[in-house]
């Protein structure tokens, strides 16, 4: 007996070892390590074809203003969902206790992000709670008003329309009135937060950029970072799944201080009142450590920023120079030639979209993948126009194509509809009998495939809180590509040269 039960014993480890040995060699195992590490040549795709077709039915609208057509614009999405939500109910998390007036204005501007599948909601949302009025405090002679910035769950139905499933609280980010904020006049007194941009860092955070109060004394308003939204809304740490990228809150190592409230800096030229900066990650997929965004700083021209430094409560900016025969920095530009460079703004996070169908015969990689992301054109008073760029995974993260103008369908232009968020949506995110597709790769919850559905999240006339669903297809289609200058081959080596002896 003792002698049968050592050799079944000896089989089992035999097997066993077979089995690790089996493990170790097939590419198949070796692509659920994280972060990947690639053994199988990415999908191949031709990305200027993919992102210059035109979806059925598309030939027939406007592209930009300007352009001599006499139709409109195209028109797309679910019809616009109002989310819900009651004011009143909103937790001052300070105290505890609800948010107290006199407060000002209602919930508007979401922005959300999507969590892993097991989560106990399917979104995490921000948005621009009512302002608080201090009367108490007066700034030569102007009332004093913070504006807040409050965190919930959310859920999405089948029809695709968010709905909040949490209390609302608000995000603790102390603040004041400063100096720094004399030459705006009537927003002397007007400090806080604002525009709330979620987006997955690569190391796997959900991280927050919201425009708010400078901690300088000299300027007025820049952008703020909070690298894990964990630390400020804490039921997000219970109700978030690990997986798909996305890290334990305790996984990642806390930098003691105020470090889980950065403030973004461009080392050269950052202006008295800085608004729209938006994150992104660099490469084809998460890299599994990066937490500290890069910075497209805006689209015209367009101009990147790289994270070089951080001390305790700020992140530190230079530019990314692109070499002259990358530089398209005026693409979007002459694409929306109607429109001044300074009306053409950022509107969400970029994110990394791979030109094939989600599946297991996608294999994402820097010849598949392009960064996009939603601009606005702006005009007085309330005209907010939409329209999509593609960018490069690799530095200097040149503009790869410009999109035509689209409107969402029960929206207006010219209605104050401010983008701020969009997530992919598959079957599975809205129908729990459906399996999600299989993936050889790991990949943030926010890494968009071809044949994705696309939520977009809104601000509506500064009063209320917007989804619309459309396809990454349809939003992508007739993408104007742009022309590579084309440089004396003396000018780069010229270009590379200065760059060496900076
Ligand atoms: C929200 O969705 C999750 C699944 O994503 C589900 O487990 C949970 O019960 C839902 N919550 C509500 C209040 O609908
Ligand atoms: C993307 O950037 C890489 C590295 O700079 C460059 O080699 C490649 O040509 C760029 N692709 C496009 C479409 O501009």
Redesign the pocket.
């Known amino acids: 007996m003792l002698y049968r039960g050592l050799s079944i014993l000896s089989i089992t480890s035999l097997l066993t070892i077979y089995l690790i040995f089996l493990r170790e060699e097939s590419p198949g195992a070796s692509l659920l390590s994280y972060p990947f590490s690639s053994r199988t040549r990415p999908t191949p795709v031709d ?2 074809s993919t992102l210059s077709i035109t979806p059925p039915g598309h030939q027939q609208y406007a592209w930009t203003e300007g352009d001599g057509s006499t139709s409109e614009f195209l028109t797309l999405g679910t019809p616009a969902h109002f989310i819900p939500f009651d004011d009143n109910q909103i937790i001052d998390v300070v105290t505890g206790q609800k948010l107290q007036g006199p407060t000002d204005g209602s919930t508007f501007n979401l922005g959300v992000l999507k969590l892993p599948r097991g989560s106990k909601w399917g979104f995490v949302g921000v948005a621009r709670g009512p302002g608080r009025k201090r009367d108490l405090v007066m700034v030569n002679g102007y009332p004093s008003k913070e504006q807040v910035l409050i965190a919930f769950g959310l859920n999405i139905t089948s029809e695709g329309k968010l709905h909040i499933v949490t209390p609302a609280q608000t995000i603790d980010i102390p603040m004041g009135p400063k100096q720094g904020c004399v030459p705006t006049k009537q927003f002397v007194g007007t400090y806080g937060a604002e525009d709330p941009r979620l987006f997955w860092t690569d190391a796997g955070t959900p991280g927050l950029v919201m425009a708010r109060y400078t901690d300088a004394l000299d300027t007025c308003r820049s952008l703020g970072f909070i690298p894990d939204l964990r630390d400020k809304f804490a039921p997000l740490a219970d109700a978030l799944a690990v997986g798909e990228g996305v890290v334990d809150y305790n996984a990642i190592p806390k930098v003691p201080g105020a470090s889980n409230n950065l403030e973004l800096i461009r080392l050269q030229g950052q202006a008295n009142v800085e608004k729209n900066w938006v994150g992104f990650y660099p490469g084809a997929f998460a890299d599994g450590v990066s937490l500290h965004p890069h910075v497209q700083y805006s689209f015209a021209p367009s101009l990147t920023l790289a994270p070089v430094d951080i001390n305790a409560r700020r992140i530190l900016y230079n530019d990314i120079v692109p070499s002259p025969d ?1 530089d ?1 920095s005026e693409c979007v530009s002459n694409a929306h030639f109607s429109w001044e460079k300074r009306k053409i703004h950022q509107a969400s996070p970029l994110y990394r979209l791979t030109l094939c169908d989600r599946g297991p015969n996608c294999i994402a990689g820097v010849e598949n993948t392009v960064l996009f992301g939603m601009a606005h054109t702006q005009k007085a008073p309330r005209h907010y126009g939409k329209f999509i760029a593609t960018f ?1 995974v ?3 993260h ?1 503009v ?1 194509s410009v999109g035509p103008r689209f409107q969402m369908t029960g929206l207006n232009d010219d209605q104050v509809n401010y983008v701020l968020t969009m997530a992919p949506i598959q079957e599975s995110d809205l129908d729990p009998m459906v399996e999600p597709k299989q993936l050889l790769q790991p990949h943030l919850p926010s890494h968009f495939f071809l044949d994705d559905k696309m939520l977009i999240t809104l601000g509506h006339e500064d009063k209320k809180m917007v989804n619309v669903m459309t396809t990454v297809r349809e939003a992508l289609g007739r993408q104007k590509i742009c022309q ?1 200058p084309i440089i004396d081959a003396s000018l780069t080596s010229e270009f590379e040269a200065a760059l060496g002896h900076q």
Do not use: D, K, M, V
């Open positions: 990305i200027l990358l398209t490069n690799s530095a200097p040149n790869i590579r």
